[in-house]
């Protein structure tokens, strides 16, 4: 034991201070609830440790604060981290209805060093505690540079820190609505439930932030926004996550903000679009950007889901490049809206794969033909039928041909995937035959069809399949899956 401590006691001063913090920081990043407990016990181990762990206010700068956090230990912390930047996080109680502690107590003692803070994140905290957590914070934050809050149910409050946070370059807010407030040159931004600010306080944001690497803003609340086209531009050069969306469907809010956005074609993008937008317009036409990021895409899900009384309609890249999504409660008032959504909404030149997927979905309504129209470069479809009705898989198949002018969609498709079927197989499978004939008919024939089966092929159906296809791929799965 005695050589071990010879040989730390051989390390220089700085460096042992250096591990020491970085012992302390990695706790910090790494949620430890112990974080404020460390520098105590590097303190203990020995005199020369004890004087040199005081000697560096650095050490205790950093707070993980929960309802098992002493108070007693948080104030002498403060007190030894001088003047120090400090870095803190408040975490609600794990379990519902255990005690929060002294957590609201703690906030307020935090609060007293505000013109401190370089750091501060509130997570997992529930109304209306959250409430008092962040009132505590009412005094301006000059050094702040990073803010975080994260509360377990929908929470209103007023502007953090007076809204006076002038080196904040991080900004992530998740389910508390506040007013907007006057950030600027932010390199991170992400609001989820941000009440629609007056487009010109969000355009202020963006001139002094065009070095911004994330915008993430959904909104919620009613908006004025009558234009799909905003006469501003901003060229966002280092974008790489760009989310969007308005949880009101008739809102153009989130589609006016689009529209003033120039980004690379590299850029991560997702869209939550407004179900009720008629105006014939691609989301494309709107953003030359999104249409950028569209054209790379080769491969991609489209996705019609119901569950709960609530529907979905979402496009998205296999690679995760691009997703677009429509979502509702209830019944859509208008069926013509489906024309709009999907993969409709973007131009996919170079799309080859395309994965359909049909959960639950009210879908006799969907207009397949005139959906399938827009993606006649694909090669390889894929669908699966799970949950639908046998009339559905009938009206998708139909859309392979375009009755209303006689053409064939997707004229390049080569390999035809089917999922599964719906429980009525024998009654889909003269339908899908004659669409395929008639596709080898007009010269454009599928050259592989490979289904996955509930029951054993009739063998009269197997030979008629084997006469009007090249390749036929079967697989069995149990009835019961």
Request: hydrophobic share 45%; net charge neutral; glycine share 4%.
């Amino acid at each position: 034991m005695s050589s071990q401590l010879a040989t730390v006691a051989n390390i220089p001063v700085d460096i042992l201070l250096e591990i020491f913090e970085i012992v302390v920081i990695c706790a910090f990043y790494d949620n430890d609830p112990n974080t404020n407990l460390i520098p105590t016990q590097l303190a203990r181990v020995c005199r020369f440790w004890r004087a040199l762990a005081f000697s560096s206010s650095k050490l205790w700068s950093f707070y993980h604060l929960s309802a098992h956090s002493r108070r007693a230990t948080v104030c002498r912390n403060l007190e030894r981290a001088r003047h120090s930047p400090l870095h803190v996080k408040i975490s609600g109680p794990r379990v519902i209805g255990q005690s929060p502690g002294p957590l609201v107590v703690l906030a307020y003692d935090i609060s007293l060093h505000a013109d401190r803070l370089v750091e501060l994140h509130v997570v997992n905290i529930l109304p209306p505690l959250m409430e008092e957590v962040l009132s505590a914070f009412n005094s301006p934050a000059p050094r702040l540079q990073r803010i975080s809050v994260q509360a377990g149910a929908i929470t209103d409050h007023r502007a953090l820190f007076l809204g006076w946070m002038p080196m904040l370059k991080d900004v992530r807010i998740s389910v508390v609505r506040m007013p907007w407030l006057p950030y600027a040159n932010l390199r991170h931004l992400e609001i989820e439930y941000q009440v629609p600010p007056p487009l010109e306080m969000l355009y202020r944001t963006l001139e002094t932030s065009l070095q911004i690497e994330v915008l993430s803003l959904t909104f919620d609340g009613h908006s004025s926004v009558t234009t799909l086209r905003s006469p501003r531009r901003f060229k966002l050069g280092n974008l790489r996550e760009l989310a969007l969306g308005d949880y009101d469907s008739h809102s153009l809010y989130a589609l006016s903000l689009l529209s003033s956005l120039d980004f690379p074609a590299s850029t991560r993008v997702s869209i939550l679009l407004p179900v009720h937008h008629r105006h014939g317009l691609q989301v494309s036409d709107i953003c030359p950007s999104l249409q950028a990021v569209a054209t790379r895409v080769d491969k991609l899900y489209l996705q019609y889901i119901s569950a709960a009384n609530i529907s979905s309609v979402v496009t998205k890249a296999a690679d995760s490049t691009i997703s677009l999504q429509w979502t509702w409660e209830g019944m859509l008032d208008d069926p013509a809206c489906l024309k709009h959504m999907g993969i409709v909404a973007v131009q996919l030149p170079n799309i080859r794969s395309l994965a359909v997927q049909l959960f639950s979905f009210d879908d006799s309504r969907v207009p397949w033909a005139s959906i399938l129209k827009h993606v006649p470069s694909l090669k390889h479809l894929q669908v699966d039928f799970r949950s639908s009705h046998d009339t559905a898989a009938r009206q998708f198949l139909d859309g392979l041909i375009d009755d209303s002018s006689g053409t064939i969609n997707v004229p390049k498709l080569a390999h035809f995937e089917i999922l599964r079927f719906t429980d009525r197989e024998d009654d889909i499978w003269p339908a899908l035959l004659q669409i395929l004939a008639t596709r080898k008919e007009m010269g454009v024939p599928v050259h592989c069809l490979e289904v996955t089966l509930r029951q054993p092929l009739r063998p009269t159906l197997g030979v008629a399949m084997r006469s009007t296809i090249e390749e036929v791929i079967l697989h069995s799965r149990p009835t019961t899956s």
